[in-house]
C-alpha cells in the first residue's frame, strides 16, 4: 500500500534549483534511503514533505490526502513524523518524562497537566521506551545519557507522536559506525512492528544498502537513478556520477 506519494515536486533559492521534478513513492513498511552528496537536495527534499518548505510545484500525497499546502503541524496530525535534534528534548528531565511530554503535546493536552500528573501517560510512554530498549534507563536524567542513546529517545519520542511516515534526515550523525548501524537495525524492527514508512538519508553506503528496502539517488536535485540496493550498486551511472570510488562499492558488497 502506497504511504506518500511524491509528484514531482521542485524547488529554487533564488538561481539555485535544489530540487527538479522529483518524484517517488514510499509505502508502508517499507524503508527507502535517499542518497546523494553533500548540497545534492536531500534536506530540501524532505523539508517539501515534513511541511517547512512549500514546493514551487507538484504534489505530496499521504494516502491519497493532498497535503502539498499544509502546515508542518497539520501534517504531523496527519501522520508525517520527523525526529528532532537532541536540543530539542528537555535535557534537564529523565528518559521516560520526555516521551511523557511528547504524549501529552501530541494529544493537545496542557503542559500544565504536567507537574500535578507526573504520572500521566506512563504505561504508554514504557511501552515506547520498550521498542527502542531503554526500559533499563527509563528513569535516568537525559543529560547523562551516551549519544547513541539520545538518539534511540529521538526515536522514541518521535514514535509518540503515532507517525504513519517518519521521516529521518541524517539520523545517525555524528555517531560512531556500529552505533550507526545499531540505530538503523532498531528502525528496521520498528518499521517492522510498527508497519510505518521511514524515509532516511545516511552516509555510509554499508548501512545504505544494509537497512533500505529501496534506494533513491539524488544529484544536483534531479532523481538519478532509484531501485534496490543490489540494482543501485550495480547501476554504472550511479557508480560513476555519485559513488565514483567502486572499490568504495565493491567494499560493501
Ligand atoms: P543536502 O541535504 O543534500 O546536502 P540541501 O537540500 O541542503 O542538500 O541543499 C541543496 C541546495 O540548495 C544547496 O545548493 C544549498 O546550498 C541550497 N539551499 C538549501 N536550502 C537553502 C535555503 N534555505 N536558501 C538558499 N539555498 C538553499
Ligand atoms: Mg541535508
Redesign the pocket.
Known amino acids: 500500500m502506497i504511504l506518500l506519494n511524491v509528484e514531482s515536486i521542485s524547488?529554487s533559492?533564488?538561481g539555485?534549483?535544489?530540487?527538479r521534478d522529483v518524484s517517488f513513492t514510499v509505502a508502508r513498511s517499507e524503508m527507502v534511503a535517499l542518497i546523494?552528496?553533500?548540497?545534492?537536495?536531500?534536506?530540501?527534499?524532505?523539508?517539501m514533505i515534513g511541511g517547512q518548505?512549500k514546493a514551487d510545484h507538484g504534489r505530496v500525497l499521504l494516502e491519497n490526502t493532498d497535503i502539498t499546502d499544509a502546515s508542518p503541524q497539520e501534517r504531523f496530525r496527519l501522520g508525517v513524523g520527523r525526529t528532532f535534534q537532541v536540543a530539542q528534548t528537555f535535557l534537564s528531565m529523565t528518559v521516560i518524562e520526555n516521551v511523557q511530554m511528547a504524549l501529552i503535546s501530541h494529544r493537545h493536552e496542557s503542559r500544565r497537566a504536567w507537574n500535578p500528573a507526573r504520572k500521566l501517560h506512563r504505561e504508554e510512554a514504557f511501552t515506547l521506551l520498550e521498542r527502542v530498549g531503554m526500559v533499563d534507563i527509563a528513569d535516568q536524567p537525559c543529560s547523562t545519557l551516551a549519544y547513541g542513546d539520545v538518539k534511540r529517545l529521538e526515536l522514541a519520542v518521535a514514535l509518540a507522536g503515532e507517525p504513519r511516515l517518519l521521516l529521518m534526515?541524517?539520523p545517525t550523525a555524528g555517531m560512531a559506525l556500529r552505533e550507526r548501524a545499531a540505530l538503523m537495525d532498531l528502525t528496521s524492527s520498528i518499521v517492522d512492528t510498527m508497519k510505518i514508512g521511514v524515509l532516511f538519508?545516511e552516509h555510509d553506503m554499508d548501512v545504505v544498502f544494509g537497512h533500505a528496502d529501496r534506494v533513491l539517488v539524488?544529484l544536483r536535485?534531479k532523481i538519478i537513478a532509484a531501485g534496490s540496493p543490489e540494482e543501485i550498486r550495480n547501476d554504472p551511472q550511479v557508480r560513476q556520477a555519485y559513488l565514483g570510488d567502486s572499490h568504495a562499492l565493491a567494499r560493501s558488497v
Open positions: 524547488k533559492f533564488g539555485v534549483t535544489a530540487a546523494g552528496p553533500n548540497g545534492a537536495g536531500k534536506s530540501t527534499v524532505f523539508n518548505l534526515d541524517e538519508t539524488l536535485g
